[in-house]
């Protein structure tokens, strides 16, 4: 198949359809840049964010079923994660990477350098922390890209509003757009989901969602240290703090959440949250260490959550569905593998009571959700999950919210609340201010529930 231009049109289709002056034209305001492909059917890449997730994501793209692909461009903030995620993949993928030096961009105009080595109709990868996602999305749909982004891809209420009305945009465009909520792609889960709309657990009353582990990521982070300016420090800790993640809530327990609601096929429409720091030692970061959010849905079925960083407690990485007639693990440690299974009564794990088990390995969903947005950019089929990951995200802030004012939060008030944690996120520059300021002390504001109510932190 032929690299597809987002009118839909390959580009020998073009040259014959439009004649050779107007072609010309045509390519010529959409600025194709550096890499001329070869008329074959590669789909070129940039990755944007050369961290963990992005390299991670970076693979599964390369390692794709449907058909060849090439990195081509990447950019980061920091010049040591684009060269390791670079030497690591051009390791393991020694054909399919091709980012000489002139197409490595350093600083946060480098999303705009990587996403113009691209053509319409390619696929650009978001994987930084999600304070970036909407300007570099606005971005990309200019620019006529199919993307990849991370989930969060929201923080706060106005910048789920922007994710909303760019995914608006980018739907009528017909672009692709997948969301790395990869659960929704796995195998197990969706037998699980197709039996529970067979009514196999009756309807769903309760949901319940565990993340309990030590400290995870950079949600536990001491003061800055020498050497690094406030704002790569804040960005290289981004789950100490809200603007750049959405904290603990947001980046951890999002995936639980997500995977709950499509269970019930249904977000819920208000939350009450608790929570607290009980050791924090000397970190500064802005998280709670334990959360636990009551979210209810329109029928009045509950979804409880419960997230913990805090070692030498009791761990769990689950989540479980309820019905009138059975239950169900949804999840059973981690993302994957899922091992979703169903009882007639409601005492999960009893082995009198196992009515159905997924048990075949499982296909990694991180890989699945690549397939199936290759396979969508190939057949031209709609594919795009924003506004499913948007409403996601805005789910996960409520809880959040909810615990970190001690307020009950509705879906309205979340979804129009004006705190936006980073307005000026798309104008950071390298040698520039951060968007959170410390103290005298070296702190950063923290929630204070009952006395802080209007917005998460002063
Ligand atoms: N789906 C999953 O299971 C999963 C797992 C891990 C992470 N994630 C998500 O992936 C995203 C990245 O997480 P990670 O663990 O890879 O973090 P990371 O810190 O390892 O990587 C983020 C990278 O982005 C770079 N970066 C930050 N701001 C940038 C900007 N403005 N322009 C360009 N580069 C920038 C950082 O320097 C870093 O290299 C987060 O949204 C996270 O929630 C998802």
Redo the contacts with the bound molecule.
């Keep these: 198949m032929r690299e597809k231009l987002s009118n839909g049109f390959n580009r020998r289709e073009l040259l014959k359809t439009t004649g050779a002056a107007a072609a010309v034209s045509a390519l010529a305001s959409m600025s194709i840049p550096s890499v001329h492909a070869a008329e074959d059917s590669t789909i070129q890449l940039a990755l944007?964010?050369?961290?963990?997730?992005?390299t991670g994501a970076a693979e599964d793209a390369l390692r794709t079923t449907a058909g060849p692909t090439k990195l081509v461009a990447m950019?980061?903030?920091?010049s040591e994660?684009l060269t390791n995620s670079h030497g690591g993949l051009s390791k393991r993928f020694a054909n399919q990477v091709d980012v000489p030096e002139e197409r490595r961009f350093i600083g946060?105009d480098?999303?705009k350098k990587a996403m113009d080595c691209l053509k319409p109709g390619d696929v650009v990868l978001l994987?930084?922390?999600?304070a970036?996602r909407w300007p570099m999305f606005a971005y990309a749909i200019e620019r006529g890209l199919n993307v990849f982004m991370?989930?969060?891809v929201a923080v706060d209420g106005p910048t789920t509003r922007k994710m909303l009305q760019l995914g608006e945009e980018s739907v009528k465009k017909n672009l692709k757009v997948g969301v790395?909520l990869?659960c929704r792609h796995c195998a197990a889960r969706s037998e699980l989901h197709k039996r529970i709309k067979d009514d196999a657990i009756g309807e769903i009353v309760l949901l319940r969602a565990y993340r309990a582990a030590g400290p995870t990521?950079s949600a536990f982070t001491t003061a800055k240290p020498d050497g690094i300016s406030e704002l790569l420090y804040q960005?290289?800790n981004?789950h100490a703090f809200l603007w750049a993640?959405g904290g603990a809530v947001s980046?951890f327990l999002i995936?639980n959440v997500d995977e709950c609601c499509w269970m019930k096929d249904a977000w819920p429409v208000e939350a009450k949250g608790f929570g607290g720091r009980h050791y924090r030692g000397n970190n500064v970061d802005q998280n709670f260490d334990t959360y636990s959010v009551e979210y209810t849905f329109a029928d009045g079925a509950k979804l409880m959550l419960e997230g913990r960083c805090m070692p030498g407690c009791y761990d769990e990485f689950a989540s479980y569905a309820h019905g009138t007639k059975g239950s169900a693990v949804i999840s059973t440690k981690s993302?994957t593998p899922a091992r979703s299974r169903i009882y007639k009564g409601q005492k999960i794990d009893s082995k009198d009571d196992l009515v159905w088990s997924y048990g075949q390995n499982e296909p990694s969903p991180y890989q699945l959700e690549w397939n199936d947005l290759m396979t969508a950019i190939r057949s031209d089929k709609p594919y795009n999950e924003v506004k499913r990951g948007a409403e996601a995200s805005l789910v996960a802030s409520m809880g959040r919210m909810a615990a970190h004012t001690g307020q009950l939060i509705t879906w309205d008030r979340i979804l129009n609340c004006d705190h936006e944690f980073a307005p000026g996120v798309d104008k950071l520059t390298l040698d520039g201010p951060a968007p959170l300021l410390a103290g005298a002390d070296g702190k950063y504001p923290i929630p204070q529930p009952g006395k802080v109510t209007k917005r998460e932190y002063a």
């Design positions: 944007v964010g050369c961290g963990g997730r992005g950019a980061d903030v920091v994660k946060f480098g999303y994987t930084t922390p999600p970036f991370e989930k969060p790395g990869m990521g960005i290289k981004f993640s980046d995936h993302h």
